[in-house]
């Protein structure tokens, strides 16, 4: 199983950006997905999640509003959309897939928000 996060870098506070996380090795439409992040010094914590059928969304209050999460099972693919960051945003963004646990994550992809 690999599941290979991409799309972080340098961005403003304010802008946007979109993470992808693309699976293989599993099939991917049984699993939950979700993405934590890890800020520096920080244990890593819940960002957000998404069921199967993508009917079941959560989102830890701090980006509720900000950050969308979404799947697209065809392609194997998890994305979350941030929008309004800000520099507290400022993370390694980890994808994970779930069926009674978070079994398989990925490898991590860095944000970084100036202000």
């Known amino acids: 199983v690999q599941l290979q996060a991409s799309g972080g870098g340098l961005v403003q506070a304010g802008g946007s950006l979109r993470l992808s996380c693309a699976a293989s090795g599993l099939i991917f439409s049984l699993y939950t997905m979700g993405w934590f992040r890890q800020a520096p010094g920080k244990e890593r914590e819940f960002v957000a999640a998404?069921?199967?059928?993508?009917?079941?969304?959560n989102y830890v209050d701090s980006v509720k509003g900000r950050f969308t999460i979404s799947r697209d099972d065809a392609k194997k693919t998890l994305y979350l959309q941030m929008n309004s960051v800000k520099p507290e945003d400022t993370a390694v963004y980890y994808c994970a897939a779930k069926l009674a646990t978070w079994n398989y994550w990925g490898q991590g992809t860095l944000v970084t928000v100036s202000s």
């Open positions: 998404i069921s199967r059928n993508g009917d079941n969304l």
